[in-house]
DNA sequence: ATCTACATCAATACTATTTCTTGATATAGT
DNA sequence: ACTATATCAAGAAATAGTATTGATGTAGAT
């Protein structure tokens, strides 16, 4: 396999997902698979640190990313998750051009595919389809957010905890207790002990 | 304890060090304070990727990194290790502005002061004193770098190991073996071999 | 005032990952 | 042939990461 193959394996993945939301022409393709690079993360490394500004939007090819926020008392709170086909990065930063509040590490040996906010710029102009293409998926992004605040104002953690699972099977068995527990809001204790009433209560 | 306080607190172990070679004035340890970033590196975190250009000069306030080259066959020999007090980066893509034929990672939690390189031009010329500190201080690495070759052409791999038992002490208990074998360039089980001869001849 | 939903702390148990050791066998240079 | 070293594979030991449990505490709702 050459250069140029081992590269198309790579972009694969992104070019099926934007196929499938709306199709592309070969010369749209191109520009991707010319604009977005690969790169690997490996599990704990920082994909974006608090004081930089974001200067890249991730596409995870596979692995997980999480992104949190460090409080005054040094606890993590974790905003969001992304696995497999998800999108992660800090748009605020990455639009605005200013340092990042937020952090973006790796929970898992990853494998992006990223492009840098000056090649994305140059995208929508030489491609106007993405202007679309990243309207809709933010607007996905947009709307699970909108549902996980809804939840949390709204439900108890036992609660919460049972839309995560029903909402994100996969990786609430996939990934730590312990993040769970901070993406929940919670301890990891009391999720332990959740946990536990949900066995009792099967058997 | 404000933002400013924190500041001066992680850069404070630089300006010692600085101090000790020359001492600096406030105006000096103003702009150090100025021009100079704490950065936490993780375990494994890469602080410099082969072809990239090395962009910042880093002193390491704690933790571990190292700095080695990947030959075509994979293998990784370790050039340099850098713990607390140390300077490290790839001095020749620093200064030529050229990619990178180096990686250089992080073997602990490492947390440096970095200094980038337009920075580093302003710092000389507005404060010429650091010229001087930074020759000093590249000559001691220079030094240092001329003891390692001199041993690497003229001793066995067993000699080499007792040297850098004695040189950094500390060091070759802190690592693991795999690393200090990458840096006596011999595998990890023929050190392990090594240190129970020692071991044996000792009792 | 007490009940519910959570937190905190400490101890322990469990699991996975990393590191080290050992034996067997091979090779290149003196 | 001997010495210094490598390679490969298996297993042991050490360390780090994760989960569980008990005891105790607290704020807000009823």
């Known amino acids: 396999m050459n250069r140029d193959d081992l590269l198309l394996k790579q972009i694969q ?3 099926d997902y934007f196929d499938q939301l709306i199709p592309l022409n070969i ?14 993360y490996r599990k704990r490394q920082y994909v974006l640190q608090e004081g930089d500004i974001c200067n890249q939007f991730n596409f995870i090819v596979r692995g997980c990313l999480r992104m949190y926020k460090v409080d005054d008392k040094g606890d993590i709170h974790i905003i969001q998750f992304a696995a497999e086909n998800w999108w992660l990065s800090n748009i605020g930063s990455f639009h605005d051009r200013k340092p990042s509040d937020l952090n973006i590490d790796a929970l898992e040996d990853t494998m992006v595919l990223q492009i840098s906010h000056e090649n994305l710029l140059s995208l929508y102009t030489k491609a106007p389809k993405f202007d679309r293409i990243f309207r ?19 439900s108890t953690a036992e609660e919460r905890y049972l839309t995560f699972q029903q909402t994100y099977t996969e990786l609430s068995t996939r990934l ?4 769970i527990a901070s993406f929940l809001g919670i301890t990891p204790e009391f999720l332990s002990r959740l946990r536990n009433k949900q066995v009792k209560r099967k058997s």
Chains 1, 2 share one sequence.
């Not at 809709?136 to 709204?154: A, G, H, P, T, Y």
């Open 13 to 15: 993945p992104l070019l």
């Open 27 to 40: 010369d749209e393709k191109l520009l991707v698979t010319e604009l977005f690079k690969p790169r690997l």
């Open 136 to 154: 809709v998926l933010i607007e996905k992004s947009f709307v699970s957010l909108q549902q996980r605040l809804l939840q949390n104002i709204s």
């Open 176 to 179: 730590p207790q312990t993040q």
